[in-house]
């Protein structure tokens, strides 16, 4: 019996034209797979009527819009908040900072968090830039006082998240695993270009410090490009695909991964599974991926459609109802 895979794509956030030229690959795969690309302005009349008699896997990249499937597992990527992200990899047994969300009255125990944690803002799409981690000593979180900050600056005006710190050293470094049902497609390291100040070094230099890549001083000092690099550390990707685990159902994981310095234990910050991080064709990464050679160094690394085109074959013929 043939089956059906439907991908459903919006054009805010990718180039269809992407997934057309991985679902050509997937017969090759699969012969007893026909697979259709969609967009979110279609409707199911946009699949000839005869192939919904068939067995169907429909994987969206967010909402699916005006396509509504009447048959089959859909597969979606939604925003999912990151403390139900912290609860899920907790449940699945998948290493992550110890998290909490930030209430100042309450008293935070270096027994739980350890001595140093880390602030970020927790409302979706506030971290995007960098420059929103703050180190905190653990003993000085009653301390905190959003008013130093200026009346539009997320740290002052979103909710916050509250973590245990992992050291990555000296120059904070990070990767990013984008998975599609698990599998690695790309795998990237970003390190730092700003020294972070020893650990024993006075509060006031330990809430200045620089603790992620990404942070807007680094990137002024070594150039965005410099910052990162293709790196295809077979640990890491291992254990992205243990972490796209902890979300069965959503495709698209953009797993953001930290190393420990002194153990080497790999941690999952968070996976981005609202569907914005098919960095292919995002018009929302256009300039940071001019600068790290354009959609072929995102492709060319795992080979990444070919290896999508054989996942997606493989869940096809597992998942499809």
């Not at 990899?89 to 110890?98: I, S």
């Not at 995007?128 to 997320?154: C, N």
């Not at 998975?179 to 690695?184: D, F, N, R, S, V």
């Amino acid at each position: 019996m043939q089956k059906n895979l439907i991908l459903v794509a919006n054009k805010r956030n990718l180039d269809p034209a992407d997934f057309q030229e991985i679902a050509a690959r997937v017969p090759a795969e699969n012969s007893r797979i026909d697979a259709f690309v969609v967009t979110v302005e279609q409707t199911v009349s946009a699949i000839p009527e005869k192939h919904w008699r068939n067995p169907t896997l429909v994987i969206s990249f967010g909402d699916t819009g005006a396509f509504q499937p009447p048959r089959g597992l859909l597969l979606q990527n939604r925003p999912v908040h990151k403390y139900q992200q912290y609860v899920q990899f907790t449940l699945a047994g998948v290493a992550t900072p110890h998290t909490a969300n930030f209430m100042p009255q309450i008293e935070y125990s270096e027994e739980e968090f350890g001595e140093f944690t880390i602030l970020k803002p927790i409302d979706l799409g506030k971290m995007g830039k960098g420059g929103l981690v703050r180190l905190q000593r653990t003993r000085r979180l009653a301390a905190f006082d959003r008013s130093q900050y200026p009346e539009d600056h997320p740290l002052r005006t979103s909710r916050l998240l509250l973590q245990s710190f992992i050291d990555t050293g000296v120059y904070a470094v990070n990767w990013r695993v984008l998975t599609l049902l698990g599998e690695p497609l790309y795998c990237f390291r970003s390190a730092s270009g700003v020294e972070r100040p020893p650990l024993d070094s006075p509060d006031e230099l330990i809430e200045k410090a620089v603790i992620e890549p990404k942070h807007p001083e680094g990137k002024a000092k070594v150039g965005y490009e410099n910052l990162r690099a293709f790196v295809a550390d077979g640990e890491v990707m291992e254990f992205a695909r243990k972490v796209s685990r902890a979300f069965p159902r959503v495709p698209l994981q953009g797993c953001d991964i930290v190393r420990e310095a002194g153990t080497g234990k790999l941690y999952v910050l968070e996976v981005n599974p609202g569907g914005n991080t098919w960095h292919f064709s995002s018009p929302l990464f256009l300039p940071q991926r001019t600068k790290l050679g354009g959609k072929e160094s995102f492709t060319k690394q795992l080979d990444a459609f070919g290896v999508a085109a054989r996942v997606l074959a493989q869940r096809t013929d597992e998942l499809a109802l």
